[in-house]
């Protein structure tokens, strides 16, 4: 629930993100019973990349997933135990940083194993790396899809061989990272991509000689952004305690969604209200520079109104309206701006603030916060 009396913590006009430490521990807690006992799970810090919400879930969590050397700063700084790197275009100076940070490497290609064996060997250090592995095979649904399709990601299946003849002198090869899918809402096709995931690993380290340790599945466990529903844990749990995971092998989730999503709100106040062409619009201080989401994959983020009553000092009536549709829109000057369209209200005043819940994962950190340089919102932790 959003906590209201943080209102009093924002500056007029309201703009802000909240983010809850608490609501961040319940889902690292339940996601956790959902995974088969002695699986590990990291955070994958692109979700939302807030200092205090990646050292927050550095704790509640095992570790942290990173992509870039930003991030990889921001997990040794949250003093994460176990930090997993990966990325598709890993620097020299990326790499180095990573074998400093004992982080394990996601390897991304045969190029790339062979500058990280060579980047380690002159720090005279050794590293543990998983191969990223593009399979024949897709994952199973969701928003975007990284395997079993062309993509810039990891190494495909077919290209395995050249990768395993990879002479290596301080690469410790532990096994695969098989990242499959991003916002699957189906948790039977979930478990089935893991159990899938599981046996091509054993299959392909027999194959090739490994001493298999490690399989990475990825994230992409899934929140449904026009209700309150989530891939349900307890069918993922049921169908994951079923499964076979050899003695020795660390299975690995890295979710980002799942973990961030319900910890943060988004609240922005109506500036004003109009009535063009038969269309009420409700226009924000705030817009898709602050919450792209929406705009980014084409639908209406469910909101709810939040009415202030204190503060309208003007001599003249405060504009209002009642039992019509509204499009809450931004402060931007682009009728792309749009955070949901033809939503129904029973009342709505200007100074009234709205309130976009399940906003804390791929909002602020994935928005183009400076196209026409309004204020950044405020960004408030509890
Ligand atoms: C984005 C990403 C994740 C997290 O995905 P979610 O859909 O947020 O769970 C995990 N691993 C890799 C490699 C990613 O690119």
């Known amino acids: 629930m959003f906590p209201e009396a943080l209102l009093q913590r924002a500056q007029r006009p309201v703009s802000a993100y909240v983010y809850s430490r608490s609501a961040l521990v319940r889902a690292a807690d339940r996601v956790r019973a959902a995974l088969p006992a002695g699986a590990t799970l990291l955070y994958a810090v692109k979700a939302n990349g807030h200092p205090d919400v990646v050292a927050t879930l550095a704790a ?17 700084a949250a003093g994460a135990t176990r930090i997993a790197f990966g990325g598709p275009a890993k620097t020299d100076q990326e790499l180095h940083a990573g074998v400093r940070a004992g982080a394990l490497i996601h390897v991304e290609s045969v190029l790339e194993l062979r500058r990280l064996d060579a980047i380690a060997a ?8 998983a191969l990223r592995v593009n399979r024949a095979v897709a994952g199973p649904d969701g928003s975007h899809r990284m395997t079993g399709t062309p993509t810039p990601f990891g190494i495909d299946e077919a290209t395995l061989p050249a990768a395993f003849a990879v002479p290596l002198t301080a690469v410790d090869l532990r096994g695969f990272h098989l990242h499959a899918v991003s916002n699957s809402l189906d948790a039977d096709a979930y478990a089935t991509f893991v159990a899938g995931a599981v046996e091509w690993s054993v299959a392909a380290a027999g194959r090739y000689g490994l001493d298999l340790r490690y399989v990475n599945v990825g994230g992409g466990l899934g929140v449904s ?15 994951l305690a079923a499964l076979a995971v050899p003695a020795g092998v ?7 969604r799942l973990l961030a999503a ?7 106040e109506v500036i004003d209200l109009k009535l063009t062409h038969g269309r009420w619009f409700a226009v924000l201080r705030g817009g898709t520079h602050h919450f792209r ?5 084409g639908y209406s983020h469910p909101f709810t109104v939040l009415a202030r009553d204190d503060g309208w000092e003007w001599p003249f009536a ?13 402060e931007l000057c682009t009728p792309r701006d749009v955070l949901a369209r033809g939503v129904q209200v029973s009342r709505l005043r200007v100074g009234d603030v709205l309130v976009f819940a399940r906003t804390g994962a791929y909002g ?3 928005s183009h916060h400076d196209f026409l340089r309004h204020p950044y919102p405020q960004i408030i932790v509890v």
């Open 250 to 256: 660390d299975l690995v989730f890295e979710p980002g």
């Open 262 to 268: 319900d910890a943060g709100w988004y609240a922005a």
């Open 318 to 330: 405060r504009p209002s309206v009642e039992d019509v549709a509204v499009d809450a829109v931004g």
């Open 60 to 76: 509640a969590t095992d570790g942290l997933e990173v992509a870039s050397g930003g991030e990889l700063a921001l997990a040794v």
């Open 122 to 129: 002159g720090l005279g250090a050794r590293v543990t790396a």
């Open 225 to 239: 952004y026009t209700d309150a529903s989530t891939i349900d844990l307890g069918v993922l749990g049921e169908r």
């Open 293 to 297: 989401l929406p705009a980014a994959w």
């Open 364 to 366: 602020w950190d994935i």
